[in-house]
């Protein structure tokens, strides 16, 4: 089985909530979701990162909450610290691949969980948080997404915003991010801000969990200019298993729309036309997204090795993709 390193899922601030408003008893260990440390076992995981999302309309005291969640987090790793472990450095994960533990690395959804203070955003580090996706659906003073969002109401998901970047308190906010050693992700970001993040930084980035806008014209996907500088950089963009992000489907058939290995390969085949096999990683969005999955959670993941084999990508390729690319950034930023 081939090692997997996923740049993105929900599971946590899902848990945390069904537990808070549903009394619900699920955990990490073993859960009804898309993901838990069994599915992980099976799926033959090196690594997960686990974001802490928020949405900005829904919470007042953004930075508080995240605190909550990440206290969440942290006791789910203590009571499954026999399989799983928390990785600050490159080394951590290392170490944990030699001891047979699976890795997990924090990460946060939505920079507003800063409030815009940079303060917060070193303590974020100083608590083990080494991704940051700078936005979500909505503009939050560090940049804009990359369409315009309102609870309840079908968004635009064709038209890009090239207009509106990063803020000034974002250019900051980059370069800090760089400084520190937290990894930048441009996914949910504009346009104009995935340019703004190649002007003010030096460092590779991630699109965490974005695919191709060639394969399926969603303003959430990359454009090829996009999908080459970001190659360039030396980043990686993680295959996202949204149906409405692998395929065309109108917004009211959303939950009919189906995701398949057959149109995840037709996305990755893509990136490797255009940016190269180094670009390419794995960012599932699984318990963040709804629809019909193929891979039905993360204990089936090796039907999209299957899937790339029987496509003719090489070993040397599929590692690539699964987990060698985004480890090489990785290993570049977490030191
Ligand atoms: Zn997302």
């Given at each position: 089985?081939?090692?997997?390193?996923?740049?993105?899922?929900?599971?946590i601030?899902?848990?945390?909530?069904?537990?808070?408003?549903e009394g619900s008893v699920e955990n990490l260990r073993k859960n009804s979701m898309h993901l838990d440390i069994e599915k992980l076992k099976k799926g033959n995981y090196m690594l997960q990162n686990f974001a802490i999302f928020q949405s900005l309309k829904k919470h007042e005291n953004m930075f508080e909450d995240s605190i909550k969640y990440?206290?969440?987090?942290?006791q789910e790793m203590?009571?499954?610290?026999?399989?799983?472990?928390?990785?600050?450095?490159?080394?951590?994960?290392?170490?944990?691949?030699?001891?047979?533990?699976?890795?997990?690395?924090?990460?946060?959804?939505?920079?507003?969980?800063?409030?815009?203070k940079l303060e917060f955003l070193r303590t974020f580090y100083r608590l083990g948080v080494r991704m940051i996706?700078?936005?979500?659906?909505?503009?939050?003073?560090i940049g804009y997404p990359n369409f315009h969002y309102e609870e309840g109401k079908t968004p635009d998901m064709k038209s890009r915003n090239t207009i509106d970047g990063l803020t000034p308190f974002g250019i900051s906010f980059v370069e800090?991010?760089?400084?520190?050693?937290?990894?930048?992700?441009?996914?949910?970001?504009?346009?104009a801000g995935?340019?703004?993040?190649?002007?003010?930084?030096?460092?590779?980035?991630?699109?965490?969990?974005?695919n191709a806008m060639h394969c399926c014209n969603n303003c959430r996907n990359l454009t090829?200019?996009?999908i080459r500088r970001l190659s360039e950089r030396g980043g990686v963009t993680g295959i996202n298993f949204c149906p409405s992000f692998l395929d065309e489907v109108p917004m009211e058939d959303e939950r009919k729309a189906y995701a398949s290995v057959e149109k995840m390969i037709v996305h990755i085949s893509h990136l490797k036309k255009v940016g190269g096999i180094d670009c390419i990683g794995l960012g599932t969005d699984f318990d963040g997204i709804e629809g019909n999955l193929e891979i039905k959670d993360a204990s089936y993941m090796q039907m999209l090795v299957e899937g790339l084999e029987k496509a003719g990508f090489t070993s040397v390729e599929i590692e690539a993709i699964c987990y060698k690319n985004v480890l090489r950034v990785y290993r570049e930023i977490l030191k």
């Open positions: 089985m081939v090692k997997l390193i996923d740049m993105h899922c929900d599971t601030t899902g848990l945390y909530d069904r537990r808070i408003k990440i206290d969440y987090f942290y203590e009571a499954n610290r026999d399989c799983i472990s928390m990785v600050r450095a490159y080394d951590d994960i290392i170490r944990n691949e030699k001891e047979g533990k699976i890795s997990a690395l924090l990460t946060i959804e939505e920079g507003a969980e800063v409030e815009g996706t700078l936005t979500w659906n909505y503009e939050n003073g800090e991010m760089e400084r520190l050693g937290i990894i930048i992700d441009v996914s949910h970001l504009s346009d995935f340019y703004d993040v190649l002007r003010y930084t030096k460092k590779p980035f991630v699109a965490s969990h974005s090829d200019d996009m």
